[in-house]
């Protein structure tokens, strides 16, 4: 792996992008309350995603970008805004009031910086490993005040001759996983079709934000904000999140795949490693892709890491419970709607010869209970389970987090030049969190992306590669 990178970077333009309207159909003032699901989220670091996009010869050109794509991607944009009108708002927290909520007027937008860079493209949107810090120019900050956080920024860069990159920061207090696919869905349908005006969307992309199918159990939603991380902001009421301290150097990342047939031979020999019990036992098992994969990676990550066999190793994963609410939410339901699990384990059970098929069972129970804690959900259990995850984070010698997932169909984002070439989650790099998603080849299989200190990350691709075969 070479270890410099041309980071040179020309901004072209910076503006504010605000949804589309026209003096039939005034835009009007919204505001939403946040719900317990959204308040869990409010102080914590926001999600960073970039797409990357190679274009044909003719496509590739400097006048080709500043004369239909850019244009094409700044009106659709726009146009999809009428429709997300909450994404071109903001979280405000007024002096006085107890807690935050969501509100958009007619003069908000969204901010979006147009940018033009010389780095080799196919490098950046690559599997193999890299510099960490390679992809972050390519991402906008956030602007975020005590009182105001914008929801989401975009970054357009385009690379001569290449192709080009959509660049994002947003709010997870306003966007889970689910909502911003079907967002980034939407404006890449409404740019794709080009069309003039306001377009009507397939329903799946048509977003609902009504609220009130979203039992509020009493109390809850103030737990988690007066409970979340504020570090050492001294304004218990700030929308600034603490900020990831992390040194950043000699940190790399890299994107992993596994193939339907490695995933097939993980279910088997996990089967096979029950101890003694009986098959029809094992299928009782929930051996979904998500799983197998998920309790894969933990082992390989706990591996390369070299941790002490006498220390604890946390895990956790949110999952989306919009069809697991009694009544269930629409699946188009916009905002967060996810529980977080989590768990502690031995590091020597895990670095056992079956710790593989430990790590899937221990997967395996936790999401099986979901079902029953999201529709009896409680105060008090939620609080136990946010107690948990914070003794976790306190005693574990590493948390390995997951985000994403392959049902997303993050790879169907198609503005009209193709499918992404590549698309990878920049901020798992402020931790050891893994990125899932379906695989770019669209074989069946599953892309996972991780970052790890650079002598890590080759051991684990050893361990990764050695261990499927």
């Given at each position: ?57 003719h496509e590739s ?57 010389n780095s080799d ?128 150097e000699n940190i ?218």
């Amino acid at each position: 792996m070479a270890t410099s990178y041309n980071y040179s970077l020309k901004v072209l333009e910076v503006c504010r992008v605000t949804p589309f309207t026209n003096s039939a159909t005034p835009l009007v003032e919204l505001c939403l309350p946040l719900t317990h699901f959204d308040m869990f989220w409010v102080k914590l670091f926001p999600i960073e995603r970039i797409f990357f996009y190679q274009l044909s010869q003719h496509e590739s050109t400097q006048t080709f970008f500043n004369s239909v794509l850019f244009p094409r991607l700044k009106h659709s944009l726009s146009l999809t805004l009428t429709h997300f009108l909450p994404i071109a708002g903001h979280i405000i927290w007024p002096v006085g009031t107890e807690k935050p909520s969501f509100l958009y007027t007619p003069s908000d937008g969204v901010s979006l910086i147009v940018s033009e860079s010389n780095s080799d493209f196919n490098r950046l949107s690559q599997n193999e490993m890299q510099e960490a810090i390679a992809l972050h120019p390519y991402v906008p900050e956030l602007p975020v005040s005590d009182s105001k956080a914008a929801i989401i920024a975009f970054q357009i860069t385009f690379f001569p001759n290449q192709g080009f990159s959509i660049g994002m920061c947003f709010q997870h207090a306003m966007i889970d996983g689910k909502s911003i696919a079907m967002f980034m869905k939407s404006w890449a349908h409404i740019c794709k079709v080009n069309s003039d005006m306001t377009t009507l969307l397939p329903l799946e992309l048509t977003p609902i934000f009504d609220r009130t199918g979203v039992d509020e159990p009493q109390g809850l939603g103030m737990f988690y904000l007066k409970n979340r991380f504020s570090g050492s902001n001294s304004n218990p009421k700030s929308l600034k999140h603490p900020g990831v301290i992390k040194d950043m150097e000699n940190i790399v990342r890299a994107n992993f795949e596994l193939l339907r047939p490695d995933i097939t031979n993980l279910r088997r020999n996990i089967v096979s490693q029950q101890n003694g019990k009986e098959e029809e036992d094992s299928k009782c098992m929930h051996l979904s892709t998500f799983v197998l994969s998920y309790a894969y990676i933990i082992v390989t990550i706990v591996k390369a890491k070299n941790l002490e066999r006498k220390g604890k190793v946390g895990f956790l994963f949110p999952a989306d419970c919009r069809s697991r609410l009694n009544p269930p939410l629409p699946t188009n339901y916009f905002g967060n709607c996810v529980v977080r699990s989590s768990a502690l384990v031995d590091t020597e059970t895990i670095l056992d010869k079956n710790g593989t098929a430990f790590v899937a069972n221990e997967l395996s129970k936790m999401i099986k209970g979901l079902g029953t804690r999201v529709k009896t959900m409680s105060v008090e259990r939620e609080i136990e389970q946010t107690f948990k995850l914070k003794n976790i984070m306190q005693v574990a010698d590493v948390v390995i987090g997951v985000g994403g997932s392959p049902r997303f169909e993050i790879y169907e984002t198609d503005f009209g030049w193709g499918k992404p070439k590549k698309t990878h989650v920049v901020s798992i790099d402020k931790g050891v969190w893994i990125s899932m998603a379906e695989s770019s080849h669209g074989n069946g299989g599953i892309e996972l992306g991780l970052a790890l200190k650079k002598s890590e990350m080759e051991m684990f691709t050893f361990l990764f590669a050695n261990g499927l075969k």
